[in-house]
């Protein structure tokens, strides 16, 4: 994260210049909400205004995440010299910097699912390489120093001849490389690359950009632009140290695992995924009330709020309502709970969380759902609240209609198995599913669907031992 912070020289920080700077990147973030508008409604302007999304995007990230690391300097200097203030003032103090730490955290993330957003088309014919990425821990900061500002400008000037560039650190997702090369004949991504800052003359940077790609033919080549990108020499650079040496070829490693291999894994068309219009209904009636509720499937309720006054991103990050409070707001939720559980099962269970924007695998991005665009931008921006309650006791019964046997039901990870004479076919991690369901607001019949074609849809004997299954939405 970012670069080392001189603890003699941490300045203190206040709630004025932390809300400035989380507004400042909020009026980049709705310049980049209006481009996918645009570009999800077929209304781009001349000039391709795409190719501003990711310098706007990172730059706010950048400004964001040197705020952060001026909030963590100054943690760590207190904590440094802490003999000098009483322990009352000590923790009333961290516990300043702590919220203010979460609010930039908090908009960081919602940068990186407006990153999201923009980056699942380019990769929505690439399941493998996104499941790999997805595979890594997630990189919740953004480089700063020399680095960072290498990278902005780099994907704010530099252009493919036959690729488009996708900058990873403006997302949540794309966690192997920094740049994802993608053939825009095919929406297919063709190679990754890393990028490397080096210590250059004042107002110039040196780069490396190293390239991974599935085959020569699939190598991007990219265009100098005289006096802003030019091509060097590798002598140039001074010689690169055994450490630097060690974390390339480590990095190099993952990008050359993350391009596509064979492998065995079960691939179907589903349509209709998602409960798009149970959601649609939601974001009407929100729209309305300050509380909308909608059940979906057997033994989901949702519902949404708009809990905030303030008109500002940071004022509804900084804003004095809990979790509790707002929970308190939904008084008729309880009893709907009750109406989604099954009361002649043993296995009722409850799983409740909120909706977020962040990409997780097996979802599509909510911007790309077929819903309100007012609605989205409140939801994206945090205006509107969403949560989840989900039971998946009808899920279990519909999945035993089918053959299948449940162990755990009402467990954290429930085991799903199905026996044909003396082959079984067991179901890794079901809390997947369950998730999928709850927390992305999948279909139950899909799920089902999913499993009636793994148990019915082959021979059994003809099942390989273990069979990868990619679920990949389409727009």
């Given at each position: ?458 021979a059994i004997s003809d099942i390989p031992a273990k069979i990868m299954i990619d679920i990949v939405p389409k727009i």
């Open positions: 994260m970012g670069t080392e912070r001189d603890l003699s020289a941490a300045p203190s920080v206040g709630v004025a210049e932390i809300r400035q700077a989380i507004d400042a990147a909020e009026s980049d973030f709705r310049r980049c909400w209006t481009i996918l508008c645009d570009w999800k409604g077929n209304r781009l302007a001349r000039g391709n205004p795409l190719f501003d999304f990711q310098p706007r995007l990172a730059n706010a990230l950048f400004g964001l995440e040197k705020k952060y690391n001026d909030v963590a300097g100054r943690r760590d200097y207190l904590i440094s010299t802490k003999s000098r203030r009483s322990p009352t003032a000590l923790s009333n103090d961290l516990r300043r910097l702590r919220r203010y730490a979460d609010a930039l955290m908090e908009a960081m993330s919602i940068g990186r699912s407006l990153g999201d957003a923009f980056a699942w088309p380019f990769y929505s014919n690439s399941p493998e390489i996104l499941r790999k990425h997805l595979d890594n821990p997630i990189i919740g900061h953004f480089p700063t120093g020399k680095g960072g500002r290498g990278e902005i400008e780099f994907i704010r000037h530099a252009k493919a001849e036959k690729h488009f560039l996708l900058h990873h650190g403006i997302t949540s997702s794309l966690r192997v490389g920094d740049l994802s090369f993608v053939d825009p004949t095919t929406w297919v991504v063709a190679a990754l690359g890393e990028l490397k800052t080096h210590d250059a003359s004042p107002g110039r940077l040196n780069m490396t950009l190293h390239i991974i790609a599935g085959n020569s033919d699939a190598l991007p080549k990219l265009f100098a632009v005289p006096g802003v990108i030019e091509s060097g020499s590798m002598s140039s650079l001074r010689t690169a140290t055994p450490k630097f040496m060690h974390r390339l070829e480590a990095q190099m490693k993952k990008m050359r695992s993350a391009l596509p291999r064979d492998e065995t894994r079960l691939k179907s068309e589903l349509f209709g995924v998602y409960y798009t219009s149970e959601m649609s209904q939601l974001a009407e009636n929100v729209g309305q009330h300050k509380v909308a509720y909608a059940r979906f499937g057997s033994g989901g309720v949702l519902v949404a709020l708009r809990p905030f006054r303030g008109k500002t991103l940071s004022s509804r990050l900084f804003s004095s309502q809990t979790g509790e409070s707002i929970a308190a707001k939904c008084r008729a939720l309880p009893g709907m709970v009750v109406d989604v559980a099954d009361s002649s099962s043993l296995e009722n269970s409850l799983f409740a969380g909120g909706i977020r924007t962040s990409f997780s695998w097996g979802a599509l991005p909510f911007f790309w759902w077929p819903l309100d665009l007012e609605f989205l931008q409140r939801f994206y921006f945090g205006e509107v609240v969403l949560f989840s309650c989900y039971n998946p006791v009808h899920l279990f019964s519909n999945l035993r209609s089918l053959g299948f046997d449940i162990k755990g039901a009402a467990t954290k990870d429930p085991v799903v198995t199905r026996r044909t004479g003396d082959v079984v076919i067991e179901s890794e991690h079901f809390s997947f599913f369950v998730r999928a369901v709850g927390q992305h607001l999948m279909r139950e019949d899909k799920v089902v669907e999913i499993f009636a074609r793994l148990g019915g849809g082959a």
